[in-house]
């Protein structure tokens, strides 16, 4: 991924506006792809994210709410103006490459529909082994079909893996393994 001739010296708004198109063709990280849940900061308010429609949990009274996100529409965030702290600040991998400009618009596009391709290929393998909790994270989904089923699932292990691979690659900023 090296830098090309058309993202050079490229205006902040441009990279904007290309990290926006990106991201409303992605939503990995609300949709319960890449993450399960998020933790909220002190800064954030839980009464007016609760007023807004997100439903907020207490682990050891931190405060967090689930994913996928109840606010997030198709792969549009309907809060994003008054959205938490943690979604404020992430950038996946491909829009700091963006930003870095090492990565070009379409690039990250192309990684993004082959992440999203292997989604779509893991939830196939869900939904046939009865598995359709679409309200779930994914790798929850995953783990539970692959611990409780007593089919063969190594179609989903190996397509799981690949998608593993791929966001550990290309969007994580820490790589997580699969245990299952
Ligand atoms: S994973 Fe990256 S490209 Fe996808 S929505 Fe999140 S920040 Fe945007
Ligand atoms: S509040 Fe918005 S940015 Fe944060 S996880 Fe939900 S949809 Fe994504």
New binding site residues.
């Given amino acids: 991924m090296g830098k090309s001739a058309d993202s050079i010296l490229m205006p902040a708004t441009d990279i904007t506006a290309a990290a926006s198109r990106l991201c409303t063709a992605c939503g990995m ?2 949709n319960g792809v890449l993450f399960h849940i ?1 933790r909220l900061q002190a800064v954030d308010s839980v009464k007016r994210l609760e007023t807004l429609g ?1 439903k907020i949990n207490r682990k050891k009274r931190e405060p967090y709410f689930n ?1 996928p ?1 109840r ?2 529409n198709g792969c549009t ?1 309907t ?2 103006a008054d ?2 702290t943690r ?1 404020r600040l992430f950038e996946c991998q491909q829009i700091q490459g963006l930003t870095r400009e090492e990565v070009t618009e379409a690039e990250a596009l192309d990684v993004i529909l082959q992440a999203r391709d292997l989604v779509a290929a893991v939830e196939r393998l869900l939904k046939e082994r009865g598995n359709d909790e679409v309200s779930q994270p994914l790798g929850e989904r995953y783990r539970q079909v692959v611990e409780e089923s007593g089919e063969d699932v190594a179609l989903l292990q190996e397509q799981m893996q690949a998608l593993n691979d791929l966001l550990n690659r290309h969007f994580r900023q820490e790589p997580v393994a699969l245990t299952v």
Avoid: N
């Fill in positions: 990280c609300c998020v997100l994913q996100c606010a997030l965030c809060i994003y959205r938490p979604c």
